[in-house]
Each structure stands twice: as structure tokens, then as C-alpha cells.
């Protein structure tokens, strides 16, 4: 049954398929852009756009950026053996955000589950490896304290012992299966400052 025009069933359709945007949000949001004036509409639409044309994998950290480089592995003053490794950009965004960490980061994308069927490979995994083939001196490994990001934090640990690189886990405190990005500064700070090496 189509109680609406075409146009909005299809809009109400897109919006619906958005994480966390259930039928009802998907109608309300729908409605509002109708009713936003058509610049301001354009203006999304073509945010949209761009960022999706423009944005890409940071090539050293593989974080999303606009740059071939994102602007922390661009940046001569950060500690370039120092790596933390985080599942996704909104967990690095976390941590840049208490402005203490003075590393770079790598960026995962995902972890390790053999439930959902991603394994190290469907991960940012091998990348990682061909970075600490350069002048590496510590790997912290800040994945969620979830039961993948444990799984994924150890079978990094095992895959760095044999180089002799140290590799150092944030301290739990993090609270389990809290994802990072969530978590306040301060506690965040404790994590890393807390760390322990495996
Ligand atoms: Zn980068």
C-alpha cells in the first residue's frame, strides 16, 4: 500500500536503510527534508556526494581522508614508531581528541570474527605488517574490549612477537564491549597511559 507519492515512498526507503534509522525516523527525516528549503537540500545531497567521490584510505594508516596522506602521517612533529591500532576512524577520532597521544595510528577497519565470518585477512591486517618492516619501536594495540577486539588484539600480539617489536595492549578499564569512541577522554588517557606490554 502506497499512502505517500512515489518520490517520498523512495526517499522514506533510502533514509530507512541508514544504521539506526528505523521506519518512523526514516518518515520523519523524509518529511523534514521536503519541507527544507531547496538550497539547503542541495546542499546535503551534494555533501553527500562529495564526500563520497573525494574521501579515501589515508595510504600509510589507512584512516579516511581527502588526502593521499591523512594530516597525522603527514605530520613531521608526530612519533612515526609509535603506532596504535584502532578498528575504525571513529575510535582514532577518540583518541586525537584527548590531544596526549603523539603516535600515528593504523586503522583496521573491522576485527577479527569468526562468528560473523571476518577473518585477519577481510582486516587492515597485512598493511600493518608491511608498516613495521620500517623503523618501528612500539605497537599499541587499542582495539574494542569486545570479544572480537580481544581476539583481534591477540592474534596481533602473536603475529609481532617473532619481530621483536614491543606490543603493548590499552589497559582494561575500558568497559567490556564498549565501543571506544564513546568512552570519555579521561578514561581513554588511563587506557593508554595504563597499557601493558604483551
Ligand atoms: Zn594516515
Known amino acids: 500500500m502506497d499512502y505517500y507519492s512515489s518520490h517520498i515512498s523512495k526517499l522514506i526507503e533510502q533514509l530507512s536503510r541508514l544504521p539506526g534509522i528505523g521506519a518512523k525516523s526514516a518518515q520523519r527525516l523524509a518529511f523534514h ?31 579516511l581522508t581527502d588526502q593521499e ?9 608526530r612519533n612515526h614508531k609509535q603506532i596504535m591500532v584502532v578498528e575504525n576512524t571513529r575510535d582514532l577520532a577518540a583518541y586525537e581528541k584527548t590531544g596526549k597521544f603523539e603516535g600515528v595510528y593504523h586503522v583496521l577497519h573491522g576485527a577479527i570474527s569468526p562468528m560473523l565470518g571476518i577473518g585477519p585477512n577481510d582486516i587492515r591486517l597485512k598493511e ?36 621483536g617489536i614491543k606490543v603493548s595492549r590499552i ?28
Open 128 to 163: 600493518l605488517m608491511h608498516r613495521l618492516q620500517e623503523d618501528v619501536d612500539e605497537v599499541i594495540i587499542a582495539t574494542n574490549s569486545s570479544l572480537e577486539g580481544e581476539t583481534t588484539a591477540m592474534y596481533i600480539s602473536k603475529l609481532i612477537k617473532p619481530t
Open 33 to 63: 527534508i521536503i519541507n527544507m528549503p531547496k538550497e539547503q537540500v542541495e546542499q546535503l545531497s551534494n555533501a553527500m556526494t562529495g564526500a563520497k567521490e573525494n574521501v579515501r584510505y589515508c595510504k600509510e594508516c589507512f584512516t
Open 69 to 77: 596522506l591523512c594530516p597525522i602521517c603527514a605530520n613531521a612533529k
Open 171 to 198: 589497559a582494561s578499564g575500558v568497559p567490556v564491549g564498549g565501543d571506544l569512541e564513546y568512552i570519555d577522554e579521561v578514561t581513554l588517557l588511563r587506557a593508554l597511559e595504563g597499557r601493558v606490554e604483551l
